[in-house]
Structure formats: structure tokens, C-alpha cells
T-cell receptor
Framework: SQTIHQWPATLVQPVGSPLSLECTVE??????LYWYRQAAGRGLQLLFY??????ISSEVPQNLSASRPQDRQFILSSKKLLLSDSGFYLC?????????????FGSGTRLTVV | SQQGEEDPQALSIQEGENATMNCSYK?????LQWYRQNSGRGLVHLIL?????REKHSGRLRVTLDTSKKSSSLLITASRAADTASYFC??????????FGAGTRLFVKA
């Protein structure tokens, strides 16, 4: 069965420090991969998505970047965190083909920038 | 307003009652999905309804879709305290993106 792992669960980082969040998927090949951010009590904002190794699409200009070094690995990074980067970050995957499939989400990372 | 807005924003009911949440959207869709999120956790996919479907059931969940009104509803029958969570609708308009609403926070009192 397919599983998705996201870590760490919580993170407290000082302003100006780097960030690296990792997400890995097991049990499927060539998935679409996504990074979302959720502000408190709000919906999800799509940050990045990837349809293949090295292919990254950015939805909003910001202080973050994403990479997909392997088929089932998706990394969210920042060189210098801002206070506004605080939030709940969620990784998700969906099947590559067609569009009538739901998303499977990781358990999320609560990032607090202080 | 944005694609995929849930209504109401919050709902409080007694255990055993039915809970109905609504979702409205603006543009044509391929499908609409409902997700559940427990506090501080990731989202869990509940049900997907395609644009050519009008109703779908899964256990105590019933989802309807009215493409002429660009709206959907999620009904949870015989609610339980464990159903307390936030519920999100998400619309797939094609491509690789699915747009999520802000969610309905459901509180089921035991």
C-alpha cells in the first residue's frame, strides 16, 4: 500500500536560518507531488507541485523553493526564513494519470519562525 | 470569493444528529473532493464525485453535486463525537492543481 512520510512534525527556527523539509512516498511510482501551506484556521495554499524528477512548478513567489531529486522524494527549502514563513506545511501526492483521484497527505510540519 | 467556499464556517451539533456542509465554486470542474482534517494533522480524503455524477455515498457520508448551481453538499448522518474535525471541499479544474476551500469546523457534542 502507498504511504507518505513527512518530517519533522514540528520545527522552531530563528529568522534568517535555513529550512529543509522532506517528504517521501512509498508504494507508487511517478506520483504528482505537492507542497501546501495552511495558515491557522484557513484553507490550503498550493506552494509547489512536481510531475517528475527535477520538474518543479511554483504557484506563488516567495522565500521558499522546492526540489525533487528522486522520483518519490520532495523537499521544501529556504535559505533564510522570514517570520511570515510560519505555518503548517503539508506534503501530498496523487496518481500521475488522469484527474479523478484524490490526494494523500502527509501528517504535516508545524513551522514556527521566531 | 475564491473557488471552493464552504458554508457554514463552523457547525456545532449533538451526537446522533445529521451534519450538512455546503461548498460553492465558481468555474467548471472535473471533480470535487471532500477531505477531513483533525486538529494539527494532515487531510484525509473522504470522497470524490465526478462532474457527471450527482450523488455518492460512503458509509455515513452522502455527497451531492449540482453543477448547474456550482455547489456540493456533504451530509454526515448519525454524527459521533469522533466526527469532530474540519471538513474541506476541493475542486479539480484540470491540470495538476486542486483548489481547497477554507473549511467548515464541525463540533459534535457527546
Amino acid at each position: 500500500s502507498q504511504t507518505i512520510h513527512q518530517w519533522p512534525a514540528t520545527l522552531v527556527q530563528p529568522v534568517g536560518s535555513p529550512l529543509s523539509l522532506e517528504c517521501t512516498v512509498e508504494g507508487t511510482s511517478n506520483p504528482n507531488l505537492y507542497w501546501y501551506r495552511q495558515a491557522a484556521g484557513r484553507g490550503l495554499q498550493l506552494l509547489f507541485y512536481s510531475v517528475g524528477i527535477g520538474q518543479i512548478s511554483s504557484e506563488v513567489p516567495q522565500n521558499l523553493s522546492a526540489s525533487r531529486p528522486q522520483d518519490r522524494q520532495f523537499i521544501l527549502s529556504s535559505k533564510k526564513l522570514l517570520l511570515s514563513d510560519s505555518g503548517f506545511y503539508l506534503c501530498a501526492w496523487s496518481l500521475q494519470t488522469g484527474g479523478n483521484y484524490g490526494y494523500t497527505f502527509g501528517s504535516g510540519t508545524r513551522l514556527t519562525v521566531v | 470569493s475564491q473557488q471552493g467556499e464552504e458554508d457554514p464556517q463552523a457547525l456545532s451539533i449533538q451526537e446522533g444528529e445529521n451534519a450538512t456542509m455546503n461548498c460553492s465554486y465558481k468555474t467548471s470542474i472535473n471533480n470535487l473532493q471532500w477531505y477531513r482534517q483533525n486538529s494539527g494533522r494532515g487531510l484525509v480524503h473522504l470522497i470524490l464525485i465526478r462532474s457527471n455524477e450527482r450523488e455518492k455515498h460512503s458509509g455515513r457520508l452522502r455527497v451531492t453535486l449540482d453543477t448547474s448551481k456550482k455547489s456540493s453538499s456533504l451530509l454526515i448522518t448519525a454524527s459521533r463525537a469522533a466526527d469532530t474535525a474540519s471538513y474541506f471541499c476541493a475542486t479539480d479544474t484540470g491540470g495538476f492543481k486542486t483548489i481547497f476551500g477554507a473549511g467548515t469546523r464541525l463540533f459534535v457534542k457527546a
